[in-house]
Structures are given as structure tokens and as C-alpha cells.
T-cell receptor, first 114, second 113 residues
């Protein structure tokens, strides 16, 4: 069974600090997505990573994908309070019927303290 | 607004009642997905459509759940004889074909009393 694990599950950090969220998955895939979710809201797309070695950056967030290690990272630089949210990775995996399907990670709940 | 829309945004119902949710995908997207998300968890796949054809249903989708996409445009998700365990956020997403990014709607939050 495909598993997608994120760590940490909870992260409390001071403003201005750096930190990395990890997303490990258990099957072959070269498509991975990062989403942000605010409480009670839907999922907002952050990054689309479609190949080994892909790196994307937007503001204080940078995501990367290592398909050989089955690992993606979301790095936060100089955190600000507005980044407080839950972050999900989603692995797009090909099932037996030949269809791509998302499997979501467990989520990382980030709280940035002023 | 050309994004994915869902109605209603919130639904409170009593146990045993039937509820129906609607999802309008991005207009040119042929794939439509339904997910369920409970508090503190990631979204879990329920079912998906390619145009009007429902191609897969998760084991999470009991026989009380039914989904349709009659003309390959909007979709409905009906839950019959609701149970308290059905309380969750129901998310709809759409994409242009398989293997492309899914765009999510705002969700319908269901509370079963």
C-alpha cells in the first residue's frame, strides 16, 4: 500500500527562523504537489514538481523533489506569521488501471510565533 | 470566477437524513474528483469521473454514497441515511486529463447531529 508520510506533523517556530518539512513516499513517482490549507478552507496549490531534481521557489518557500530517494522537501526561510497553516504534499501515482491518482501526506501543521 | 465551486459551503443535518452536494469544475476540465477530509487528516480519495463516466470508487464510498456527473459538467454527491461518522469536509477537484494538477474547490463542510 502506498504511504505518504510527512514530518514533522506539528511545527512551532519563531519568526525569522528557517525550517524544512519532509515528505517521504513509498512508491515510484515523479509527480509531487505541495498545497497549503488554512483552517476551515480548501487547498491552495503551492508547487508542482514533475521531475527528479525539480526545485521551485516562491517567496519564503522552496520545494524540491528527489525521486530516487522518494523524498520531497519544503523549506521555509525567515518564517513570518502569515505562513501559519497546514501544508500537505500529494504524490501523483499511477495505479493498476493506468490512471494517475493523488495520495496525500499526513499534513504538517505550522505555527509561526511572533 | 473560473475556479472550482461547491455548494452548499456548510450543511448541518440530522442523522438519517439525505444530503446532496454539488460541484462545478473548471469548465474545460474533463476529470472531476471527490475527496473527504476529517479533522486533522489529509484528504482521502472517494471517487472520480472522466467526463460523465465514473471510473473508480474508493472502498470508503459505502453504498449510502452515490455520485453522478450526468453531462460531464457539474457533479453531485449524495449521502443517504447520514451517520455521525459522515461529518467531514467534502472536497471536489478537477483536472485536465490524467496526471495533471488538480484544482480544488472551497469544500462543503457537513455536520451530522
Amino acid at each position: 500500500e502506498l504511504k505518504v508520510e510527512q514530518n514533522p506533523l506539528f511545527l512551532s517556530m519563531q519568526e525569522g527562523k528557517n525550517y524544512t518539512i519532509y515528505c517521504n513516499y513509498s512508491t515510484t513517482s515523479d509527480r509531487l504537489y505541495w498545497y497549503r490549507q488554512d483552517p476551515g478552507k480548501s487547498l491552495e496549490s503551492l508547487f508542482v514538481l514533475l521531475s527528479n531534481g525539480a526545485v521551485k521557489q516562491e517567496g519564503r518557500l522552496m520545494a524540491s523533489l528527489d525521486t530516487k530517494a522518494r523524498l520531497s522537501t519544503l523549506h521555509i526561510t525567515a518564517a513570518v506569521h502569515d505562513l501559519s497553516a497546514t501544508y500537505f504534499c500529494a504524490v501523483d501515482t499511477l495505479d493498476l488501471s493506468g490512471t494517475y491518482k493523488y495520495i496525500f501526506g499526513t499534513g504538517t501543521r505550522l505555527k509561526v510565533l511572533a | 470566477d473560473t475556479g472550482v465551486s461547491q455548494n452548499p459551503r456548510h450543511k448541518i443535518t440530522k442523522r438519517g437524513q439525505n444530503v446532496t452536494f454539488r460541484c462545478d469544475p473548471i469548465s474545460e476540465h474533463n476529470r472531476l474528483y471527490w475527496y473527504r477530509q476529517t479533522l486533522g487528516q489529509g484528504p482521502e480519495f472517494l471517487t472520480y469521473f472522466q467526463n460523465e463516466a465514473q471510473l473508480e470508487k474508493s472502498r470508503l464510498l459505502s453504498d449510502r454514497f452515490s455520485a453522478e456527473r450526468p453531462k460531464g459538467s457539474f457533479s453531485t454527491l449524495e449521502i443517504q441515511r447520514t451517520e455521525q461518522g459522515d461529518s467531514a469536509m467534502y472536497l471536489c477537484a478537477s483536472s485536465l486529463g490524467s496526471g495533471n494538477e488538480q484544482f480544488f474547490g472551497p469544500g462543503t463542510r457537513l455536520t451530522v447531529l
